[in-house]
Protein backbone atom coordinates (compact mmCIF):
# COMPACT_ATOMS: atom_id res chain seq x y z
CA UNK A 1 0.00 0.00 0.00
CA UNK A 2 2.82 2.14 0.72
CA UNK A 3 4.60 1.63 -2.22
CA UNK A 4 0.98 2.44 -4.32
CA UNK A 5 0.90 5.77 -2.66
CA UNK A 6 4.40 6.69 -3.32
CA UNK A 7 3.61 5.81 -6.94
CA UNK A 8 0.98 8.11 -6.70
CA UNK A 9 2.52 10.99 -5.35
CA UNK A 10 5.41 10.50 -7.60
CA UNK A 11 3.09 10.33 -10.76
CA UNK A 12 1.53 13.54 -9.25
CA UNK A 13 4.52 15.38 -9.15
CA UNK A 14 5.68 14.43 -12.75
CA UNK A 15 2.07 15.28 -14.11
CA UNK A 16 2.64 18.75 -12.09
CA UNK A 17 5.91 19.60 -13.80
CA UNK A 18 4.84 18.98 -17.16
CA UNK A 19 2.04 21.53 -17.31
CA UNK A 20 4.21 24.16 -15.54
CA UNK A 21 5.02 26.62 -17.92
CA UNK A 22 8.60 26.65 -18.60
CA UNK A 23 10.55 29.53 -16.93
CA UNK A 24 11.95 31.77 -20.39
CA UNK A 25 15.63 32.66 -19.87
CA UNK A 26 16.34 36.49 -20.84
CA UNK A 27 17.54 37.76 -24.15
CA UNK A 28 21.04 37.59 -24.64
CA UNK A 29 21.42 41.52 -24.84
CA UNK A 30 23.48 43.32 -27.42
CA UNK A 31 27.00 42.82 -28.60
CA UNK A 32 29.79 45.32 -28.72
CA UNK A 33 29.08 46.17 -32.35
CA UNK A 34 25.43 46.50 -31.53
CA UNK A 35 26.35 49.06 -28.83
CA UNK A 36 28.90 51.06 -30.71
CA UNK A 37 26.29 51.54 -33.56
CA UNK A 38 23.32 52.97 -31.05
CA UNK A 39 25.75 54.89 -29.68
CA UNK A 40 27.28 56.89 -32.80
CA UNK A 41 23.43 57.01 -33.95
CA UNK A 42 22.06 58.17 -31.11
CA UNK A 43 25.40 61.05 -30.52
CA UNK A 44 24.82 62.19 -34.95
CA UNK A 45 20.79 62.74 -33.37
CA UNK A 46 21.43 64.25 -30.55
CA UNK A 47 24.50 66.34 -31.55
CA UNK A 48 27.19 64.78 -28.48
CA UNK A 49 30.26 65.39 -28.26
CA UNK A 50 31.62 62.65 -26.44
CA UNK A 51 30.27 59.57 -24.42
CA UNK A 52 31.33 56.59 -22.42
CA UNK A 53 29.14 53.50 -22.17
CA UNK A 54 29.82 50.62 -19.46
CA UNK A 55 28.38 47.40 -19.38
CA UNK A 56 28.79 44.32 -16.12
CA UNK A 57 27.54 40.95 -16.33
CA UNK A 58 27.83 38.57 -13.04
CA UNK A 59 31.35 39.97 -12.28
CA UNK A 60 32.93 40.39 -15.85
CA UNK A 61 32.79 43.45 -17.78
CA UNK A 62 31.63 43.27 -21.12
CA UNK A 63 31.99 46.27 -22.65
CA UNK A 64 33.45 49.31 -21.58
CA UNK A 65 34.44 52.03 -24.02
CA UNK A 66 34.83 55.75 -24.93
CA UNK A 67 33.60 57.32 -28.05
CA UNK A 68 34.06 60.78 -29.73
CA UNK A 69 35.78 63.74 -27.93
CA UNK A 70 35.99 65.27 -24.53
CA UNK A 71 36.45 68.85 -25.98
CA UNK A 72 35.08 70.41 -29.23
CA UNK A 73 38.27 72.55 -29.22
CA UNK A 74 40.98 70.59 -28.34
CA UNK A 75 40.02 66.74 -29.66
CA UNK A 76 41.16 64.81 -26.80
CA UNK A 77 39.13 61.03 -27.08
CA UNK A 78 37.13 59.60 -24.98
CA UNK A 79 38.14 56.68 -23.20
CA UNK A 80 36.78 54.32 -20.51
CA UNK A 81 39.14 56.42 -17.98
CA UNK A 82 37.84 59.27 -18.82
CA UNK A 83 36.33 61.35 -15.91
CA UNK A 84 32.61 62.65 -15.93
CA UNK A 85 30.76 64.58 -13.28
CA UNK A 86 28.46 61.74 -12.26
CA UNK A 87 25.83 65.02 -10.97
CA UNK A 88 23.33 63.02 -8.52
CA UNK A 89 24.04 58.96 -9.32
CA UNK A 90 26.47 60.48 -6.59
CA UNK A 91 23.36 60.37 -3.80
CA UNK A 92 24.07 56.77 -3.63
CA UNK A 93 27.68 56.64 -2.15
CA UNK A 94 26.32 58.69 -0.19
CA UNK A 95 23.64 56.21 0.61
CA UNK A 96 26.34 53.73 1.26
CA UNK A 97 28.67 55.83 3.61
CA UNK A 98 26.13 56.05 6.08
CA UNK A 99 25.26 52.25 5.38
CA UNK A 100 28.92 51.89 6.33
CA UNK A 101 28.51 54.18 9.78
CA UNK A 102 25.28 51.64 10.73
CA UNK A 103 27.40 48.45 10.03
CA UNK A 104 29.57 49.54 12.66
CA UNK A 105 27.30 50.70 15.05
CA UNK A 106 27.71 54.32 15.09
CA UNK A 107 24.48 55.50 13.93
CA UNK A 108 21.45 54.43 12.93
CA UNK A 109 18.48 55.10 10.30
CA UNK A 110 16.49 56.21 12.68
CA UNK A 111 18.85 58.59 14.61
CA UNK A 112 17.32 62.48 14.67
CA UNK A 113 19.40 63.88 12.67
CA UNK A 114 19.25 67.07 15.40
CA UNK A 115 21.49 64.53 17.79
CA UNK A 116 24.26 65.06 14.98
CA UNK A 117 23.71 68.37 13.00
CA UNK A 118 22.22 70.83 16.40
CA UNK A 119 21.82 73.42 13.83
CA UNK A 120 19.47 71.22 11.81
CA UNK A 121 15.87 73.23 11.52
CA UNK A 122 13.12 72.77 9.28
CA UNK A 123 10.50 75.03 8.65
CA UNK A 124 7.95 73.22 11.13
CA UNK A 125 9.49 72.65 14.65
CA UNK A 126 7.86 69.51 14.96
CA UNK A 127 8.69 67.52 11.46
CA UNK A 128 12.94 69.24 12.70
CA UNK A 129 12.49 66.89 15.99
CA UNK A 130 10.84 64.18 13.85
CA UNK A 131 12.84 63.86 11.11
CA UNK A 132 15.85 61.26 10.97
CA UNK A 133 18.94 60.14 9.24
CA UNK A 134 16.91 57.78 6.75
CA UNK A 135 14.35 61.19 6.03
CA UNK A 136 17.65 62.74 4.47
CA UNK A 137 17.75 60.63 1.88
CA UNK A 138 14.30 60.01 0.63
CA UNK A 139 12.61 62.67 -0.63
CA UNK A 140 9.82 62.81 1.55
CA UNK A 141 9.90 66.40 3.81
CA UNK A 142 7.60 68.32 2.14
CA UNK A 143 9.42 70.86 0.92
CA UNK A 144 9.09 71.16 -2.99
CA UNK A 145 10.85 70.20 -6.01
CA UNK A 146 14.31 71.40 -6.02
CA UNK A 147 13.25 74.03 -3.21
CA UNK A 148 16.52 75.99 -2.01
CA UNK A 149 18.53 74.48 -5.35
CA UNK A 150 19.59 78.26 -6.36
CA UNK A 151 21.77 78.64 -3.55
CA UNK A 152 23.86 76.16 -4.87
CA UNK A 153 23.07 76.56 -8.19
CA UNK A 154 24.12 77.89 -11.15
CA UNK A 155 26.63 79.09 -8.73
CA UNK A 156 27.82 78.06 -5.56
CA UNK A 157 28.75 81.04 -3.19
CA UNK A 158 26.99 79.29 -0.24
CA UNK A 159 28.69 77.66 2.45
CA UNK A 160 27.51 74.17 3.66
CA UNK A 161 26.69 76.11 6.88
CA UNK A 162 25.03 79.00 5.72
CA UNK A 163 22.90 76.67 3.42
CA UNK A 164 21.74 74.35 6.73
CA UNK A 165 21.02 77.55 8.82
CA UNK A 166 19.02 78.66 5.26
CA UNK A 167 17.08 75.35 5.15
CA UNK A 168 14.88 76.71 7.76
CA UNK A 169 13.34 79.26 5.65
CA UNK A 170 11.83 76.97 3.32
CA UNK A 171 8.15 76.95 3.44
CA UNK A 172 6.77 72.85 3.09
CA UNK A 173 4.66 72.59 0.13
CA UNK A 174 2.92 68.99 1.52
CA UNK A 175 2.69 67.12 4.62
CA UNK A 176 5.92 65.40 5.84
CA UNK A 177 6.09 61.82 4.82
CA UNK A 178 3.49 61.79 2.48
CA UNK A 179 4.54 62.70 -1.29
CA UNK A 180 7.42 62.32 -2.75
CA UNK A 181 9.08 65.47 -4.45
CA UNK A 182 13.22 65.41 -5.56
CA UNK A 183 15.55 67.30 -3.46
CA UNK A 184 19.26 68.12 -3.17
CA UNK A 185 19.91 70.06 0.16
CA UNK A 186 18.72 67.44 2.58
CA UNK A 187 21.85 65.10 0.40
CA UNK A 188 23.94 67.72 1.39
CA UNK A 189 22.90 67.67 5.31
CA UNK A 190 23.70 63.81 5.21
CA UNK A 191 27.20 64.68 3.89
CA UNK A 192 27.14 66.34 6.95
CA UNK A 193 26.18 64.00 9.34
CA UNK A 194 28.87 61.75 7.45
CA UNK A 195 31.11 64.27 8.29
CA UNK A 196 29.97 64.48 12.27
CA UNK A 197 30.29 60.91 12.70
CA UNK A 198 33.28 59.28 11.05
CA UNK A 199 35.26 63.04 11.89
CA UNK A 200 36.55 63.34 8.15
CA UNK A 201 35.04 65.17 5.39
CA UNK A 202 32.46 64.00 3.42
CA UNK A 203 34.97 64.02 0.32
CA UNK A 204 37.99 62.25 2.62
CA UNK A 205 35.76 59.67 3.69
CA UNK A 206 34.42 58.83 0.22
CA UNK A 207 37.85 58.79 -0.93
CA UNK A 208 39.40 56.35 1.50
CA UNK A 209 36.47 54.49 2.71
CA UNK A 210 34.79 53.72 -0.63
CA UNK A 211 36.76 54.20 -3.32
CA UNK A 212 39.86 53.32 -2.13
CA UNK A 213 38.93 49.85 -1.03
CA UNK A 214 36.97 49.19 -4.22
CA UNK A 215 39.79 50.32 -6.23
CA UNK A 216 38.24 52.65 -8.07
CA UNK A 217 41.00 54.03 -9.17
CA UNK A 218 39.35 57.18 -11.79
CA UNK A 219 36.84 58.39 -9.57
CA UNK A 220 37.36 61.09 -6.85
CA UNK A 221 35.29 62.91 -4.24
CA UNK A 222 38.36 65.40 -3.51
CA UNK A 223 37.90 67.18 -6.95
CA UNK A 224 40.50 69.68 -6.09
CA UNK A 225 42.73 67.34 -7.06
CA UNK A 226 41.92 66.75 -10.52
CA UNK A 227 43.05 70.48 -11.51
CA UNK A 228 45.99 68.76 -12.91
CA UNK A 229 44.39 65.81 -15.04
CA UNK A 230 44.37 65.72 -18.32
CA UNK A 231 41.79 63.19 -19.43
CA UNK A 232 38.54 64.95 -18.37
CA UNK A 233 35.09 65.37 -20.40
CA UNK A 234 34.00 69.10 -21.12
CA UNK A 235 30.89 70.33 -20.72
CA UNK A 236 28.99 71.37 -23.24
CA UNK A 237 25.39 72.41 -24.90
CA UNK A 238 23.63 73.61 -28.45
CA UNK A 239 22.78 76.74 -28.24
CA UNK A 240 21.05 78.20 -31.33
CA UNK A 241 21.51 75.07 -33.65
CA UNK A 242 25.96 74.92 -32.46
CA UNK A 243 27.57 72.97 -30.41
CA UNK A 244 29.38 74.90 -28.13
CA UNK A 245 31.73 74.39 -24.53
CA UNK A 246 29.92 75.68 -21.44
CA UNK A 247 31.69 76.99 -18.16
CA UNK A 248 32.17 74.07 -15.68
CA UNK A 249 29.89 74.06 -12.68
CA UNK A 250 32.63 74.18 -10.41
CA UNK A 251 36.17 75.25 -11.60
CA UNK A 252 39.23 72.80 -11.61
CA UNK A 253 40.74 73.10 -7.71
CA UNK A 254 37.29 74.28 -5.90
CA UNK A 255 35.63 72.56 -3.61
CA UNK A 256 32.06 71.34 -4.53
CA UNK A 257 29.36 72.15 -1.89
CA UNK A 258 26.60 70.14 -2.94
CA UNK A 259 29.19 67.07 -3.40
CA UNK A 260 27.15 64.86 -1.22
CA UNK A 261 24.62 65.19 -3.57
CA UNK A 262 26.43 65.39 -6.82
CA UNK A 263 29.98 66.15 -7.02
CA UNK A 264 31.94 63.21 -7.74
CA UNK A 265 34.19 62.68 -10.78
CA UNK A 266 34.17 59.15 -11.77
CA UNK A 267 34.92 57.28 -15.00
CA UNK A 268 32.52 53.99 -16.95
CA UNK A 269 35.80 51.59 -15.81
CA UNK A 270 35.49 52.82 -12.16
CA UNK A 271 31.88 53.07 -11.81
CA UNK A 272 31.84 49.28 -13.12
CA UNK A 273 33.37 48.46 -9.90
CA UNK A 274 30.63 50.07 -8.07
CA UNK A 275 27.89 47.86 -9.81
CA UNK A 276 30.05 44.85 -8.91
CA UNK A 277 29.93 45.41 -5.42
CA UNK A 278 26.31 45.92 -4.83
CA UNK A 279 25.62 43.26 -7.64
CA UNK A 280 27.24 40.98 -5.17
CA UNK A 281 25.15 41.98 -2.08
CA UNK A 282 27.81 44.06 -0.87
CA UNK A 283 30.78 41.56 -1.23
CA UNK A 284 34.46 42.13 -2.66
CA UNK A 285 35.29 40.23 -6.20
CA UNK A 286 37.43 38.42 -3.70
CA UNK A 287 35.21 37.26 -1.23
CA UNK A 288 35.56 39.79 1.72
CA UNK A 289 32.71 42.05 2.73
CA UNK A 290 32.41 45.84 2.06
CA UNK A 291 28.81 46.25 2.77
CA UNK A 292 26.76 43.68 4.87
CA UNK A 293 24.03 42.22 3.06
CA UNK A 294 21.46 43.54 5.58
CA UNK A 295 22.52 47.23 4.84
CA UNK A 296 22.51 46.22 0.59
CA UNK A 297 18.90 45.06 1.25
CA UNK A 298 17.79 48.04 3.05
CA UNK A 299 19.08 50.58 0.23
CA UNK A 300 17.43 48.47 -2.05
CA UNK A 301 13.80 48.53 -0.03
CA UNK A 302 11.34 50.63 -1.59
CA UNK A 303 11.11 54.13 0.95
CA UNK A 304 9.06 56.46 -0.47
CA UNK A 305 6.65 55.33 -2.61
CA UNK A 306 5.98 57.13 -6.89
CA UNK A 307 3.41 56.83 -9.27
CA UNK A 308 3.73 54.82 -12.61
CA UNK A 309 3.15 56.74 -15.65
CA UNK A 310 1.12 55.39 -17.85
CA UNK A 311 3.88 55.11 -21.03
CA UNK A 312 6.37 53.72 -18.86
CA UNK A 313 3.78 51.06 -17.64
CA UNK A 314 2.69 50.71 -21.76
CA UNK A 315 6.64 50.87 -22.56
CA UNK A 316 8.04 48.27 -19.94
CA UNK A 317 5.05 46.20 -18.69
CA UNK A 318 6.00 48.69 -15.03
CA UNK A 319 3.95 48.05 -12.30
CA UNK A 320 5.90 49.67 -8.93
CA UNK A 321 7.74 52.79 -8.81
CA UNK A 322 9.60 53.89 -5.42
CA UNK A 323 12.82 55.74 -4.15
CA UNK A 324 15.06 53.54 -2.11
CA UNK A 325 18.28 54.74 -0.11
CA UNK A 326 19.95 56.77 -3.38
CA UNK A 327 18.17 54.42 -5.65
CA UNK A 328 15.08 54.81 -7.95
CA UNK A 329 13.75 51.53 -7.93
CA UNK A 330 11.25 49.93 -10.27
CA UNK A 331 10.34 47.08 -12.47
CA UNK A 332 10.91 46.41 -16.34
CA UNK A 333 9.59 43.44 -18.33
CA UNK A 334 9.31 41.69 -15.03
CA UNK A 335 13.03 42.16 -13.85
CA UNK A 336 13.64 44.72 -10.55
CA UNK A 337 15.46 47.44 -11.56
CA UNK A 338 17.46 50.05 -9.48
CA UNK A 339 18.45 53.41 -11.34
CA UNK A 340 19.68 56.73 -11.32
CA UNK A 341 20.39 59.46 -13.16
CA UNK A 342 22.26 62.88 -13.15
CA UNK A 343 22.78 66.36 -14.75
CA UNK A 344 25.00 69.04 -14.23
CA UNK A 345 25.69 72.02 -17.01
CA UNK A 346 26.59 70.12 -19.77
CA UNK A 347 27.86 67.04 -18.44
CA UNK A 348 24.38 64.37 -17.87
CA UNK A 349 24.42 60.13 -16.88
CA UNK A 350 22.58 57.64 -15.89
CA UNK A 351 23.39 54.40 -14.09
CA UNK A 352 21.06 51.18 -13.39
CA UNK A 353 21.49 47.64 -12.50
CA UNK A 354 19.23 44.56 -13.18
CA UNK A 355 20.18 42.85 -9.86
CA UNK A 356 18.42 39.60 -11.03
CA UNK A 357 20.45 39.07 -14.22
CA UNK A 358 24.06 40.39 -12.64
CA UNK A 359 23.85 43.55 -15.18
CA UNK A 360 24.95 46.98 -14.34
CA UNK A 361 25.27 49.92 -16.90
CA UNK A 362 26.61 53.12 -16.84
CA UNK A 363 26.17 55.75 -19.84
CA UNK A 364 28.24 59.08 -19.41
CA UNK A 365 27.36 61.97 -21.78
CA UNK A 366 28.94 65.70 -21.90
CA UNK A 367 25.64 67.15 -23.54
CA UNK A 368 23.53 68.97 -21.69
CA UNK A 369 20.63 67.29 -23.78
CA UNK A 370 19.13 64.61 -22.08
CA UNK A 371 17.96 62.15 -24.37
CA UNK A 372 20.81 60.25 -25.30
CA UNK A 373 20.73 59.01 -22.23
CA UNK A 374 17.35 57.12 -22.09
CA UNK A 375 16.86 55.96 -25.83
CA UNK A 376 20.52 54.24 -25.77
CA UNK A 377 19.82 52.57 -21.83
CA UNK A 378 16.26 51.71 -23.20
CA UNK A 379 18.04 50.09 -26.03
CA UNK A 380 20.12 48.24 -24.05
CA UNK A 381 17.70 47.11 -20.95
CA UNK A 382 14.79 46.06 -23.59
CA UNK A 383 17.84 43.65 -25.11
CA UNK A 384 18.19 42.04 -21.92
CA UNK A 385 14.69 41.75 -20.50
CA UNK A 386 12.35 41.60 -23.57
CA UNK A 387 12.22 40.31 -27.25
CA UNK A 388 11.06 43.80 -28.22
CA UNK A 389 13.01 45.93 -31.06
CA UNK A 390 11.15 49.57 -30.05
CA UNK A 391 12.94 52.75 -32.11
CA UNK A 392 13.99 54.18 -28.93
CA UNK A 393 16.17 56.94 -30.68
CA UNK A 394 13.45 57.75 -32.85
CA UNK A 395 11.06 57.77 -30.05
CA UNK A 396 13.31 60.55 -27.71
CA UNK A 397 14.11 62.62 -31.01
CA UNK A 398 10.32 62.82 -31.20
CA UNK A 399 9.55 63.56 -27.70
CA UNK A 400 12.55 66.28 -28.19
CA UNK A 401 10.43 67.55 -31.11
CA UNK A 402 7.33 68.10 -29.26
CA UNK A 403 8.97 69.21 -26.12
CA UNK A 404 10.75 71.94 -27.92
CA UNK A 405 7.77 73.06 -29.92
CA UNK A 406 5.69 73.20 -26.51
CA UNK A 407 8.58 75.57 -24.83
CA UNK A 408 8.55 78.03 -28.09
CA UNK A 409 4.73 78.08 -27.88
CA UNK A 410 4.89 78.94 -24.19
CA UNK A 411 7.63 81.98 -24.65
CA UNK A 412 7.12 85.50 -25.14
CA UNK A 413 7.83 86.85 -28.92
CA UNK A 414 11.39 88.95 -27.70
CA UNK A 415 11.38 90.38 -31.43
CA UNK A 416 8.27 92.13 -30.86
CA UNK A 417 8.09 93.07 -26.96
CA UNK A 418 7.78 96.90 -26.82
CA UNK A 419 6.38 97.21 -23.85
CA UNK A 420 7.30 100.77 -22.59
CA UNK A 421 6.58 101.27 -18.57
CA UNK A 422 4.00 104.15 -17.59
CA UNK A 423 6.35 106.03 -15.16
CA UNK A 424 10.12 106.24 -14.28
CA UNK A 425 11.76 102.70 -13.79
CA UNK A 426 13.85 103.89 -11.34
CA UNK A 427 11.19 103.25 -9.04
CA UNK A 428 12.28 99.91 -8.91
CA UNK A 429 16.24 100.39 -8.29
CA UNK A 430 16.89 99.26 -4.85
CA UNK A 431 18.08 96.29 -2.43
CA UNK A 432 15.41 93.25 -1.98
CA UNK A 433 15.91 90.43 0.37
CA UNK A 434 14.56 87.18 0.39
CA UNK A 435 14.92 85.00 3.58
CA UNK A 436 17.01 81.97 2.53
CA UNK A 437 18.37 83.62 -1.20
CA UNK A 438 19.73 86.80 0.65
CA UNK A 439 19.48 90.12 -1.48
CA UNK A 440 19.15 91.25 -5.02
CA UNK A 441 20.25 94.65 -6.21
CA UNK A 442 18.68 96.15 -9.03
CA UNK A 443 19.66 98.97 -10.53
CA UNK A 444 19.65 101.37 -13.49
CA UNK A 445 22.13 102.66 -16.37
CA UNK A 446 21.07 104.27 -18.99
CA UNK A 447 18.08 103.73 -19.12
CA UNK A 448 17.61 100.15 -17.75
CA UNK A 449 17.28 98.22 -14.94
CA UNK A 450 19.73 95.06 -14.29
CA UNK A 451 19.79 92.42 -12.05
CA UNK A 452 22.17 91.34 -9.81
CA UNK A 453 21.94 88.52 -6.86
CA UNK A 454 24.69 89.12 -3.75
CA UNK A 455 24.70 85.82 -3.38
CA UNK A 456 24.95 83.77 -7.06
CA UNK A 457 27.70 85.77 -8.98
CA UNK A 458 26.21 84.16 -12.43
CA UNK A 459 22.52 85.62 -11.72
CA UNK A 460 23.27 89.06 -13.24
CA UNK A 461 21.55 90.45 -16.49
CA UNK A 462 19.75 92.94 -17.63
CA UNK A 463 16.05 93.38 -17.27
CA UNK A 464 13.86 93.70 -20.02
CA UNK A 465 10.11 95.18 -19.55
CA UNK A 466 6.88 92.99 -20.11
CA UNK A 467 4.24 94.07 -18.76
CA UNK A 468 3.25 96.30 -15.79
CA UNK A 469 5.44 95.89 -13.22
CA UNK A 470 6.84 92.65 -14.95
CA UNK A 471 10.15 92.49 -16.36
CA UNK A 472 11.95 89.76 -18.16
CA UNK A 473 15.47 88.84 -15.97
CA UNK A 474 17.93 87.99 -19.62
CA UNK A 475 21.44 86.28 -18.00
CA UNK A 476 24.55 87.23 -18.95
CA UNK A 477 25.46 83.94 -19.24
CA UNK A 478 23.34 82.71 -22.07
CA UNK A 479 24.60 79.34 -21.72
CA UNK A 480 22.54 79.06 -18.46
CA UNK A 481 18.97 78.76 -20.46
CA UNK A 482 17.02 80.12 -17.53
CA UNK A 483 15.79 83.52 -17.89
CA UNK A 484 13.05 84.71 -15.22
CA UNK A 485 10.19 87.33 -14.73
CA UNK A 486 10.46 89.24 -12.23
CA UNK A 487 7.35 90.76 -10.76
CA UNK A 488 7.21 93.24 -8.60
CA UNK A 489 4.71 93.72 -6.25
CA UNK A 490 3.18 97.54 -5.27
CA UNK A 491 2.08 99.18 -2.03
CA UNK A 492 -0.68 101.53 -1.64
CA UNK A 493 1.78 104.48 -1.79
CA UNK A 494 2.59 103.20 -5.68
CA UNK A 495 6.21 102.25 -4.93
CA UNK A 496 7.54 98.31 -5.65
CA UNK A 497 7.56 96.62 -2.01
CA UNK A 498 8.56 93.51 -3.21
CA UNK A 499 9.38 90.90 -5.90
CA UNK A 500 8.41 87.20 -7.26
CA UNK A 501 9.86 85.45 -9.50
CA UNK A 502 9.32 82.53 -11.91
CA UNK A 503 11.53 80.96 -15.13
CA UNK A 504 10.10 82.21 -18.41
CA UNK A 505 10.65 78.68 -20.40
CA UNK A 506 8.88 75.45 -19.24
CA UNK A 507 12.25 73.34 -19.95
CA UNK A 508 14.18 75.34 -17.36
CA UNK A 509 15.58 73.02 -14.97
CA UNK A 510 14.01 72.94 -11.65
CA UNK A 511 16.88 73.61 -9.58
CA UNK A 512 16.20 76.96 -10.64
CA UNK A 513 13.73 77.21 -8.43
CA UNK A 514 12.48 80.96 -8.66
CA UNK A 515 9.32 80.02 -7.79
CA UNK A 516 10.13 79.59 -4.38
CA UNK A 517 11.51 83.10 -3.81
CA UNK A 518 9.50 86.05 -2.01
CA UNK A 519 11.66 89.15 -1.31
CA UNK A 520 10.76 92.44 0.33
CA UNK A 521 12.46 95.92 -0.41
CA UNK A 522 15.16 96.65 2.39
CA UNK A 523 16.49 99.64 0.88
CA UNK A 524 15.61 102.25 -1.78
CA UNK A 525 17.67 105.13 -3.27
CA UNK A 526 17.95 108.67 -1.62
CA UNK A 527 15.30 110.95 -3.25
Known amino acids: MTKFINKIIVTVALLALSYQTPLLAAPKGLSSVEIDQIVQLAMEKFSVPGMAVGIIRDGKVIHAKGYGIRNIDKKGKVDSETLFSIASTGKAFTAAALALLVDEGKISWDDKVIDHIPDFRLYDPWVTREFNIRDLLIHNSGLGLGAGDLMVWPSQDFSRKEIIANIRHLKPVSSFRTQFAYDNLLYLVAGEVIAAVSGMSYEDFIDSRIL ?59 MLKWFDMHLRKGQLPGGGIFLSEEQQTEIMTPQTIMPVSKSTADSFNTNFSAYGLGWFLTDMNGFKIAQHGGGLPGMLCLNL ?7 GIVIYTNQQAGYARPAIMNTIVEAYTSDNKTDWLTKYYDIKQQRLAMAAKAMPDMTELNYEPAESISRYVGTYKDPWFGEIVITENKGELFFRAVKSERLTGKMVPYKSDIFIAKWNDRTLDADAYVKFSVGYDGNPQGITMKAVSPLTDFSFDFHDLNFERVSQPTP
Open 212 to 270: KPLKMEHCVANVQATQDQKNIADPHMVKNGKLQTMNRYVKFGEEVVISAAGGLLCSTES
Open 353 to 359: MIPDLGI
